[in-house]
């Protein structure tokens, strides 16, 4: 008896700390699988493309990859893409986003929304501002040319903010799988439109990725992971307490 009275205080520090990792299990794997892991990409891909002028050689590589490819048909489709991937898609949507949230006063989720939106565009434009990468000039091409930097590319960063916004919306629901894969899929157009048009290295589109979720997961995990979103404040609007 005296043994095991002896090794209690030893356990109990123990017993709490699993007992937090427990109850604290879901933050802190999205704080390493959407923070640390997504950051941690960004930041080696910012040390590679750093000071250079040009691609990094793989980057090169599949831009010409995907140059042989092209077609009056993908031209069209690209152009199409490409327009819907920041202010004639993903920017009027979060509008209306926002605005259907404002009339369901759903408070939480409209900061949340109008949070990574918002920061996605002030930290694109920050990082382009102070990476500078030039945009690649491997061929002529009809799209009209860009005058700012390539890097994070601010397609990918917003189609992935859009993406991860619509998830975060649907998360609870039956259609979350449906919209995940559609939305994936909007994603993955966005971005392949971007090198099909040559106005990105690969490396830019992956940044802006990595970026994104990085960002939309911090902004998830500061102001919905503590308690669930049917918890809104709205359900109550009054603010009335139901206890007596």
């Known amino acids: 008896m005296s043994d095991s009275n002896s090794l209690k205080p030893l356990l109990l520090p123990h017993s709490g700390v699993r007992r937090w990792l427990l109850s604290e299990s879901t933050r802190l794997q999205l704080a390493v699988w ?3 892991l997504p950051l941690l990409i960004v930041s080696l891909l910012t040390a590679l493309v750093w000071g250079r002028d040009g691609g990094i050689g793989w ?9 042989k490819t092209l077609q009056p048909s993908l031209d069209t489709l690209a152009a199409v893409l490409s327009e819907l991937g920041v202010y004639r898609g993903v920017f009027p949507a979060v509008i209306a986003i926002a605005v259907g949230l404002l009339a ?3 408070w939480r989720l409209l900061i949340y929304v109008l949070t990574v939106a918002v920061g996605e565009m002030l930290i694109n434009r920050t990082a382009k501002i102070l990476i500078h990468r030039p945009r690649p000039h491997l061929w002529e091409t009809p799209y009209p040319q860009h005058t700012d930097f390539a890097f994070p590319s601010g397609h990918a960063m917003a189609s992935m903010t859009f993406a991860v916004i619509v998830i975060v919306l ?4 039956r259609w979350n799988w449906v919209v995940t ?3 994936s899929l909007f994603v993955a157009g966005v971005s392949w439109s971007r090198l099909y048009l040559g106005v990105h290295y690969p490396s830019d589109i992956l940044a802006g990725w990595f970026a994104a979720i990085a960002w939309a997961t911090v902004v998830n995990l500061a102001l919905l992971s503590q308690q669930p979103v049917e918890d809104d404040d709205t359900q109550n609007p009054s603010g009335a307490s139901n206890s007596t």
């Open 34 to 36: 959407g923070v640390a």
């Open 181 to 183: 894969g559609l939305s």
């Open 170 to 173: 649907t998360w609870r629901s």
């Open 104 to 106: 369901a006063r759903r």
């Open 59 to 67: 980057d090169e590589l599949i831009l010409l990859a995907i140059h």
